[in-house]
């Protein structure tokens, strides 16, 4: 059985086996959270990821996808990059973010990790309604068989901790 706990704080400072990234689909970095990781884990996530887009993701990763790399500086094992998915009032795009978490969860379950922290994918610059993002990530951990022991969620504000922990009762 997964525990799922509720953090408000940087992602960068936890102490887990896997940090999960929000990335871009290129794999080089970013603003929020991506670019947050990539300059607490230092060089050593770049150089992963350009290894990843040199052999396997020419074309870089796809959405509702997931990989991991080392973490470099981090105090967690491995990175494990997702791209999420932009919002769209015109087109339901939930089944793309709930992969995000169940891809990164199945990664997870690949690298032998226990302990799993996850932002909230695709709410900054992709727009997706918070209240919505809480329910579509806390209820897809939920309902995924995993071998993870913790999955914490990791809010950057009070909002987003609101959001997150009403879906957690």
Same mark, same amino acid.
């Given at each position: ?32 959270v991506d670019g947050a990781i990539h300059r607490a884990g230092g060089p050593e996530i770049l150089s992963a990821c350009r290894d990843l887009r040199a052999s396997h993701y020419g074309k870089g990763l796809?959405?509702? !996808?997931?990989?991991?790399?080392? +973490?470099? &500086?981090?105090?967690?094992?491995? $990175?494990?990059? %997702?791209?999420?998915? *932009? ?39 992709? !727009?997706?309604?918070?209240?919505? +993002?809480? &329910?579509?990530?806390?209820?897809? $951990?939920?309902? %995924?068989?995993?071998? *993870? ?6 809010l950057f504000d009070e909002a987003a901790y609101a959001a997150f922990t009403a879906q957690g009762h």
């Amino acid at each position: 059985m997964t525990t799922i706990t509720f953090v408000r704080g940087d992602i960068t400072k936890q102490h887990v086996d896997a940090i999960v990234n929000a990335a871009n689909s290129s794999l080089l970095g970013g603003g929020g959270v991506d670019g947050a990781i990539h300059r607490a884990g230092g060089p050593e996530i770049l150089s992963a990821c350009r290894d990843l887009r040199a052999s396997h993701y020419g074309k870089g990763l796809a959405t509702g !996808r997931a990989v991991a790399t080392t +973490a470099g &500086r981090l105090q967690a094992r491995w $990175v494990i990059h %997702t791209v999420g998915p *932009v919002f769209s009032r015109e087109e339901d795009r939930s089944d793309l973010l709930a992969s995000c978490y169940r891809e990164s969860l199945r990664v997870a379950d690949e690298l032998g990790a226990r302990t799993v922290a996850f932002p909230a994918i695709s709410t900054g610059i992709f !727009r997706w309604p918070m209240d919505d +993002a809480a &329910r579509i990530a806390v209820e897809t $951990v939920k309902t %995924t068989d995993t071998s *993870v022991e913790e999955v914490r969620f990791v809010l950057f504000d009070e909002a987003a901790y609101a959001a997150f922990t009403a879906q957690g009762h």
